[in-house]
Every structure is written in structure tokens, then in C-alpha cells.
């Protein structure tokens, strides 16, 4: 059985770092593409970062530069380090994945709240 738990969200000031953790279990993460989402209110699930099993991450235009998705293979644990955080980060953060024949995982999500 997959599952994917997210920690490390939280209220932060603008300019401000948080680093979330996505531990999974039920697959093993450096063989899969994992992904990191976000939903704002209001606002349709987005996909902020993914981490392949070979090559580069992707990063969405919006977070480029400041976001960094990183996985510890020793911890089937996936990570997204968010450097510079700005207001409009504020949102639900989801780890994601995919299964062939069994379709997506989600995790339960971390709120990330970034004032002003």
C-alpha cells in the first residue's frame, strides 16, 4: 500500500525558508517520478516541482530558482526546500505520484502560510 506523508509546513515571513518532507512508503522513491503540488484558495492544483529517477528536476516559472526539489534515497524521503518565499506561495502542498495500472497517490498535504 502506497502512502505519502507530508511534514514541515508552517507560517512564515516573506523573504523566510521552509523545507517540507514527503516520506513515502509502499514504493521506493529514487525509481519513481515524484512531484510536489500546490493549491492556492480559489485557485486549481499546480504543479510546483518534479524529481526524476534520472536527469534533471522541472520547476514551474513561478518558483524557479528559489524552490529545490531533492530526494534522500536512504530515507525514501522526498524534499522541497523553499528558499525566499514570497506571499502568493501561500498554499496547500501536496506530494504526488504515480503508479502504472494503479493510478496517482497523493499525500494529505501541509499548509504553508507566508505573511507579509
Known amino acids: 500500500q502506497v502512502q505519502l506523508v507530508e511534514s514541515g509546513g508552517g507560517l512564515v515571513q516573506a523573504g523566510g525558508s521552509l523545507r517540507l518532507s514527503c516520506a513515502a512508503a509502499g514504493i521506493i522513491v529514487s525509481s519513481k517520478i515524484m512531484d510536489w503540488y500546490r493549491q492556492a484558495p480559489g485557485k486549481q492544483r499546480e504543479l510546483v516541482a518534479r524529481?526524476?529517477?534520472?536527469?534533471?528536476?522541472y520547476y514551474a516559472d513561478s518558483v524557479k530558482g528559489r524552490f529545490t526539489i531533492a530526494r534522500d534515497n536512504a530515507k525514501n524521503t522526498v524534499y522541497l526546500q523553499m528558499n525566499s518565499l514570497k506571499p502568493e506561495d501561500t498554499a496547500v502542498y501536496y506530494c504526488?505520484?504515480?503508479?502504472?495500472?494503479?493510478?496517482?497517490?497523493w499525500g494529505q498535504g501541509t499548509q504553508v502560510t507566508v505573511s507579509t
Open positions: 524529481i526524476f529517477s534520472v536527469g534533471g528536476p
Open positions: 504526488h505520484t504515480y503508479s502504472t495500472g494503479t493510478g496517482n497517490y
